[in-house]
């Protein structure tokens, strides 16, 4: 009975110790360089609910203001616009909310459609209406909501806006403090929304493939869930431990039991 007791508690510990694989692209040879090219690093499109800003500048600066402050006087061809100082200081502070159905109110110009477009796309666009009214107009756009969230089995799951407007997966864990040891490093889940479609991809870090991944580089929106392992369910689950004691009761016993016979 004795003999069967250890080669229970000798199976249980050989279960609960196998190894896992800790490593980020573990697959890379060691003292190897490994180069290939980079194809998957898409601008991303401006979504419904964006807030993007939207700067202007030209050789006339009076005029190029009507565009930055949505302040627009009767005079001449530029009539169809006017508003209030205070909400000019709003738009100037939180930018253009793009609708749901992918427009932006613009002093002058009105409603213009930016969703699907990348902001080079909509730089274009912009640059090309407002020739109309100003001479060689520059115009600058950036995302003022460009996040993505990190959560699961990292040291500081949180949301991080993004000023660069450009990150990818390992750059995004990072900044929430890496994954912990109990964290799968072979499945780690990526959620995004694209054209009111919503998309899951799951990544294996372990390997030097998922840099080929359209998900790697991330885009805004983008939320990243770290699946813990099997162990973390184990600790977490209040049921396993109280088998756990059980488990652990019944051998005292048996231990017991067999000595006193």
Do not use: W
């Amino acid at each position: 009975m004795k003999l069967h007791l250890l080669y229970l508690f000798a199976f249980l510990f050989l279960v609960s110790c196998t190894p896992r694989n800790l490593a980020y692209f573990s697959d890379i040879p060691e003292q190897a360089t490994y180069e290939e090219k980079i194809l998957n690093d898409t601008e991303p499109k401006i979504q419904a609910y964006d807030l993007l800003s939207i700067t202007v500048t030209s050789l006339n600066p009076e005029a190029s203001a009507l565009f930055n402050t949505g302040i627009a006087s009767t005079a001449g061809s530029i009539t169809n616009f006017s508003m209030t100082s205070t909400a000019a200081s709003n738009v100037a502070k939180e930018g253009y909310l793009v609708d749901k159905e992918g427009n932006i109110a613009y002093p002058i110009l009105g409603k213009v459609q930016v969703a699907g477009l990348t902001k080079a796309q909509v730089t274009e666009k912009f640059t090309t209406q407002l020739r109309e009214h100003l001479k060689e107009p520059i115009v600058n756009v950036r995302y003022l909501n460009y996040k993505v969230t990190v959560v699961g089995e990292v040291n500081r799951p949180s949301t991080f806006t993004i000023p660069s407007e450009r990150i990818n997966i390992i750059e995004a864990l990072g900044m929430a403090g890496d994954m912990t040891a109990f964290g799968k490093r072979e499945n780690v889940l990526v959620m995004r929304e694209e054209n009111g479609v919503r998309k899951m991809m799951r990544l294996n870090l372990n390997s030097k493939e998922v840099v080929n991944s359209p998900y790697f580089y991330l885009q805004q929106n983008d939320v990243v869930y770290v699946e813990p392992d099997r162990m973390k369910e184990v600790q977490a689950s209040a049921n396993t431990r109280t088998l756990s004691i059980i488990a652990a009761a019944a051998s005292i016993v048996s231990v017991f039991v067999a000595r006193l016979f």
